[in-house]
């Protein structure tokens, strides 16, 4: 019998990574500019899609601002709380599990 034949054929499960969405809140205190200047700033929008973001948050009371890997989700909303925090505004933004 040769070596390859006393192998234990094990099958690698690969899993999925999970990815998070990252929601925006509404509350009435924070400066519609400073909440699309932070969803430039930290995630990346555009200006058309952090002013669309933005109104849909005031409008609804939330809005899904990106989708990321877990770590990558919660830096970035934590940075995002961080900074309006620095200047005395409640801003906050939630992470999700993907269904
Ligand atoms: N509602 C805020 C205001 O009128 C602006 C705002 C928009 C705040 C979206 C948070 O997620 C938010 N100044």
Redesign the pocket.
């Known amino acids: 019998m040769s070596q390859t034949d006393l192998k234990p054929r094990l099958r690698t499960r690969v899993e999925k990574p999970k990815l998070y969405r990252v929601i925006?809140?509404?509350?009435?205190?924070?400066?519609?500019d400073f909440?699309v200047m932070v969803l430039k700033g930290e995630f990346r929008l555009d200006n058309a899609g952090a002013e669309k973001v933005?109104m849909t948050?005031?409008q609804k009371g939330a809005c899904v601002v990106s989708i990321y890997p877990r770590d990558t989700a919660e830096t970035k909303a934590t940075r995002a709380i961080d900074a309006a925090q620095r200047l005395g505004y409640p801003?906050q933004f939630t992470v999700e599990p993907e269904e």
């Open positions: 925006l809140l509404n509350d009435d205190f924070t400066p519609r909440v933005m948050a005031h801003l």
